[in-house]
Structure formats: structure tokens, C-alpha cells
């Protein structure tokens, strides 16, 4: 082969890429909700009560310039309402956030008196300022400077849960952080930004998620989940697909199972695994791991393998589940 036919073979395989992937803009992506176990196992508790955690924390703000101006307001933010370690309105939020998520969740009766175990615990938050800046030099004569303000908030939630007695049922710690930017090409700007948002509200944020997070430690919960369905050259995937893209799973179970019989392999196999998906989705979980296992043998694709294996795991989640429940009859 010549380099100019190497050179038009490569072209090609470049462009039949471009397609390919340009294609993949059109996957089928639906959503399940997902029934997960707790990590911690609290055996027989169906009651419980929650104690108000401590709360300790500290507040970085940016202090770079105007050193002693900013320490004052800082000072006197900080001290005089917002941030000491006794600051009662953060506890009184943690406290009335958690038992609300906990509620939510209906796994536990919450009680305010006696219970079958005891939720209490830590709080320790950050909020951390960090300014940076970088040179321009396409700007316009004067703002040559670009800053950019970084806010970081973390939350930590350590918690111990404790039965009648004072045993200790299980204990662990939770962590949320997010971050916050503000750019100007002007300092003072920036951080006059910063200023106009409450520190207060974003440590609550950051508590509050930390909360949700505990609940899952301890408690059966829900999470919303993707699963990328397989497709092939056909209108029956393409209805099937959207069908299910739609909620109508009814319609497209019809639709693949259609495609079951196709003398198209590739979508055959697209059947079989998408088949997997909707028993998944109305929680047959054995028929749905019979399916991936077929769909792995069929293709050596690893994906379905993972599939097949995500499924053993859900199962065993469920064999917990049900255990732990026949505790609490």
C-alpha cells in the first residue's frame, strides 16, 4: 500500500470515528430509583432519638489587604453572632435539619423520649478564603488583572448511635465540602461580593447535606439512578428506546421483545440487555441478573459483566434489608 492510499484509509477511519461518536449523542439514558441498604447494620431499632450534637468550627475569611480592617469585621462577625464553637443557632439548625431528613426517611420513629437507640454526635465545620489572581494581557489598559476569590466550606458530622443500655450500636463520621468562586478583574470588587452572601447560610448547606448523608449511613434510602440503554440499526430499538425515555416501559418491553427474534445479533443482544434494565426497574432482580450474564456471554462485553456484578450487589443489599426487618417485627 502506497502512502497515499495509507493516507485516504486513515482519512476514513478518521471520519467513520467522528460519525461514530457523533452518534453518541443520541444514547438512551433512563432514570431508576433505586432502593439502597444503610452501611451501618442498627439491628432491631425502630425507635429512636436524637440528641443536639456540639458544634465547633472555624471562619477563614480573606484577610489579604486591609489587614486590620478586615480582622475587625471578621472579629466582630464572627465572635458576636455567627461563628464561636457555642453558637446555639447552628446547633438548633443541625438538630431541627437532621430530625426532619430522619422523618423524611421513615425508616425510624423519632421519639423524644424513650428509645430504642441514641443518636448523638459532633459537628465540625470550615470555611476557608483563598484569593487568587492572574495576568490578562488581551484586557483593556487598567484591568490587566483578573482575581478570583475561592470560598470552601466543609461540614463533618461525627456520630455515634447507642442502644438502651449505652452500648454503642455503631459509630462513623460524614463530609461534605463544595466551593464558591467570584472573579473580577477588580480586588475590591470581589471581595465586596463575597461579603454580600451570608457565610452562615452556606455553613447550614453544607450541615444540612451532611446530614442527608448521615441518614443514608443508618437508614434504607432511595437514590436515583442512570442507566444507558443499548440500541441497534432498527425502528423497534428506536421506538423501545424512546418509550422507555418517556416512562412508558410497558410499551417498551413490547418493542424488544420484538427484537428478541431479529437475525440481527447486535440487536438481539441490545433486546436482552435492555429487557435486563426493566426487570431491574420493577425490582426482579434475579430475571434481570439471568439477563446481563446472557448478555456478557453473548458478547464478552465488559460492561455487561459490571451490570451482571451491580446486580449481585443490589441482591445481597436486599438479603440485609430483609434480615434486618424481620429484627424489628
Not at 37 to 52: F, I, N, Q
Request: with cysteine; hydrophobic share 35%.
Amino acid at each position: 500500500m502506497n502512502m497515499q492510499d495509507t493516507m485516504s484509509t486513515l482519512l476514513k477511519a478518521t471520519l467513520l470515528a467522528v460519525l461514530f461518536f457523533g452518534l453518541g449523542g443520541c444514547t438512551s439514558v433512563v432514570k431508576l430509583n433505586v432502593k439502597h441498604a444503610p452501611e451501618m447494620d442498627m439491628g432491631p431499632t425502630r425507635t429512636l432519638s436524637v440528641a443536639r450534637f456540639t458544634v465547633s468550627g472555624q471562619v477563614n475569611l480573606d484577610v489579604a489587604n486591609d489587614r486590620d480592617a478586615w480582622s475587625n469585621l471578621v472579629k466582630n462577625a464572627v465572635v458576636g453572632s455567627f461563628a464561636a464553637p457555642s453558637d446555639v443557632s447552628v446547633q438548633e439548625n443541625q438538630y431541627s435539619s437532621l430530625v426532619d431528613a430522619l422523618t423524611r426517611n421513615g425508616y425510624y420513629q423519632i421519639s423524644t423520649g424513650m428509645a430504642d437507640a441514641k443518636l448523638s454526635g459532633h459537628v465540625d465545620y470550615r470555611v476557608d478564603d483563598s484569593l487568587s489572581s492572574q495576568e490578562n494581557k488581551k484586557a483593556e489598559e487598567g484591568k490587566r488583572m483578573t482575581y478570583t476569590l475561592t470560598r470552601t466550606v466543609e461540614a463533618t458530622l461525627h456520630f455515634l448511635v447507642t442502644d438502651q443500655r449505652g452500648m454503642v450500636l455503631g459509630n462513623s463520621q460524614v463530609k461534605h465540602a463544595s466551593e464558591k468562586k467570584w472573579t473580577d478583574d477588580s480586588e475590591k470588587e470581589v471581595r465586596e461580593r463575597a461579603q454580600q452572601l451570608s457565610v452562615s447560610s452556606y455553613v447550614m448547606d453544607e450541615i444540612s447535606a451532611a446530614n442527608a448523608l448521615l441518614v443514608k449511613k443508618i437508614a434504607p434510602h432511595y437514590v436515583m439512578e442512570s442507566r444507558v440503554l443499548e440500541d441497534c440499526d432498527s425502528e423497534q430499538s428506536k421506538q423501545g428506546n424512546k418509550a422507555a425515555e418517556n416512562g412508558d416501559w410497558l410499551a417498551a418491553a413490547s418493542h424488544w421483545q420484538a427484537m428478541s427474534s431479529s437475525g440481527d445479533a447486535q440487536c438481539r443482544h441490545a433486546a436482552e440487555y435492555n429487557l435486563g434494565v426493566f426487570d431491574e426497574s420493577e425490582g426482579r432482580l434475579g430475571e434481570a441478573l439471568m439477563r446481563f450474564e446472557n448478555a456478557f456471554a453473548f458478547t464478552r462485553n465488559a460492561k455487561f459483566s459490571a451490570d451482571a456484578e451491580r446486580i449481585r450487589q443490589r441482591m445481597r443489599e436486599e438479603e440485609r434489608m430483609k434480615q434486618n426487618e424481620a429484627k424489628r417485627q
